[in-house]
């Protein structure tokens, strides 16, 4: 398989401190997920794949610019409608009006919402709040979507629900990038783990690999600390 993206020597510095150091690894999978201790780097990488920050040196190198979208862990919602904010993405996007509408009530069926449609957004519990999210998202059709702990503030339901969302939109084409402290939800949805501890990219192994026997012992701690 050829890489979707090659990153080449990336790093972040801020205030003197190497927040992503010499990072080179090549995404080939439809499904990849980052994990590693906490501070190790996990969120600075993805807003660097996401072009939320620039990076200090290196080079992020896109055989094919892809479309992209990206999942925080706490939802951002514009104080109106679930539909209203759906159809925000898609005219930020450059779609017409009717065509907006049409595809932002189609996206919000797609994750189980049509019913709560006109209601104000930031009323909606948390669960809510995230699958219009995905439906923001789902409905501009990324090539790549990037999730940040996308279930990391929900219940154990809401987060299955999360995840049966986020298959969905893999399902439908889209190239997946997430992070997540939930194993079992890393085990669930990826090929492929990317391993990062203090800034490096540590190992990259597929996912029943990476579960039953690390490459490195790095990882191999963080599992066993992670591990219950
Ligand atoms: N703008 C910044 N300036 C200085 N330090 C920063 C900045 N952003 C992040 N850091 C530091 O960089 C390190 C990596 O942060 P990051 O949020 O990427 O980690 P993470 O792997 O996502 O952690 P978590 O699992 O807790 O979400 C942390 O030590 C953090 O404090
Ligand atoms: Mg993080």
């Known amino acids: 398989m050829s890489p979707w993206l090659a990153i080449d020597r990336l790093s972040l510095t801020e205030g003197g401190t190497r927040i992503i150091d010499h990072a080179s690894l090549q995404l ?4 990849t997920v980052v994990l590693g201790p ?9 807003r660097l794949i ?4 620039h990076p200090s040196g290196g080079a992020l190198n896109w055989p ?19 539909l209203a904010n759906v159809i925000y993405g898609l005219k930020l996007k450059g779609h017409a009006t009717d065509e907006s509408r049409r595809r932002a009530m189609e996206s919000l069926a797609r994750v189980g919402l049509e019913q709560i449609a006109l209601r104000p957004a930031r009323l909606l519990s948390g669960g809510e709040q995230q699958r219009v999210t995905l439906a923001r998202a789902w409905a501009l059709e990324p090539e790549l979507l990037i999730l940040d702990e996308p279930t990391a503030s929900l219940d154990p339901a809401s987060s299955r629900e999360v995840e049966r ?10 190239r997946i990038l997430m992070t997540t402290h939930n194993l079992g939800q890393a085990r669930r949805i990826a090929e492929e783990i ?10 990259q192994t597929p996912v029943a690999q990476f579960f039953k026997l690390p490459q490195t012992e790095a990882a191999q701690r963080f599992l066993k600390e992670e591990t219950p």
């Open 165 to 174: 969302i986020i298959n969905e939109i893999s399902a439908s084409g889209a």
């Open 28 to 31: 080939a999978a439809q499904r």
């Open 50 to 53: 996401h072009g939320l920050l």
């Open 38 to 46: 906490n501070g190790a780097g996990k969120s600075t990488l993805l």
């Open 64 to 82: 094919r610019k892809l479309t992209q979208a990206m999942v925080f862990q706490r939802p951002v919602m514009l104080r109106t409608t679930a």
């Open 194 to 203: 990317v391993f990062i501890d203090r800034g490096r990219i540590v190992e």
